[in-house]
Nanobody, 119 residues
Framework: QVQLVESGGGLVQAGDSLRLSCATS????????MAWFRQAPGKEREFVAK????????YYADSVQGRFSISRDNAKNTVYLQMNRLKPEDTAVYYC????????????WGQGTQVTVSS
């Protein structure tokens, strides 16, 4: 059982940077990976980035490759999403998620944090 709380969203201009945080609690030792997803109004949920908790290996969606970076701090039980060179297309609610039972099936979710990028 893992609890997730996102923070760091806000209003920024295109080209700016923003860092999202996901604080975790509970049985984080059983977590296979942490991931960020996003969803814009009228759009389906989209995968953004993931990091394997034990190894720190990372994977990114093509749309954010080279601009976003996911990282972790095991001592603080926190994962981050550093977002650089933001575009209006990045505007969405961003969610933190974890697969604690079955690898690849995200069963724990945060409440979401809004990111709005103006042009």
């Amino acid at each position: 059982q893992v609890q997730l709380v996102e923070s760091g969203g806000g209003l920024v201009q295109a080209g700016d940077s923003l860092r999202l945080s996901c604080a975790t609690s509970g049985r984080t030792f059983s977590t296979y990976s942490m991931a960020w997803f996003r969803q814009a109004p009228g759009k389906e949920r989209e995968f953004v980035a993931k990091i394997y908790w034990r190894t720190s290996s990372t994977y990114y969606a093509d749309s954010v490759q080279g601009r976003f970076s996911i990282s972790r701090d095991n001592a603080k039980n926190t994962v981050y999403l550093q977002m650089n060179r933001l575009k209006p297309e990045d505007t969405a609610v961003y969610y933190c998620a974890a697969d604690t039972v079955r690898p690849g099936t995200y069963d724990a979710w945060g409440q979401g944090t809004q990111v709005t990028v103006s042009s």
